[in-house]
Nanobody, 120 residues
């Protein structure tokens, strides 16, 4: 079994910053990639940032230059720094990971989601 545990959501004013963390635990052989999706009310879940174990990153256009994703392979953790937050960033943020488990198969795992609300 593999679990992803997220932390760091909350309420922040427009223009503010927030940091999200996600740690994977369980029967992990290796992690190929990790990242973050978000889902706003009435909208589909969409990818906002992705990082490989080697450190290659991709961002959605809507967050480029404001959000920074990083990975700590030793801790099986991924982080998302959110800066210059806007009300439209309000959403539930989900961590995911592509993990190879001990049977050598690779699966996608998801965190439970953490709410980020940007409001004055």
């Amino acid at each position: 079994q593999v679990q992803l545990l997220e932390s760091g959501g909350g309420l922040v004013q427009p223009g503010g910053s927030l940091g999200l963390s996600c740690a994977a635990s369980g029967s992990i052989f290796s992690i190929r990639a990790m990242g973050w999706y978000r889902q706003a009310p009435g909208k589909e879940r969409g990818l906002i940032a992705h990082i490989t174990s080697g450190g290659s990153t991709n961002y959605a256009d809507s967050v480029k230059g404001r959000f920074t994703i990083s990975i700590d392979n030793a801790k099986n953790a991924v982080y998302l720094q959110l800066n210059s937050l806007k009300p439209e960033d309000t959403a539930v943020y989900y961590c995911y990971a592509d993990i190879t488990v001990w049977d050598k198969n690779t699966y996608a795992y998801w965190g439970q989601g953490t709410q980020v609300t940007v409001s004055s």
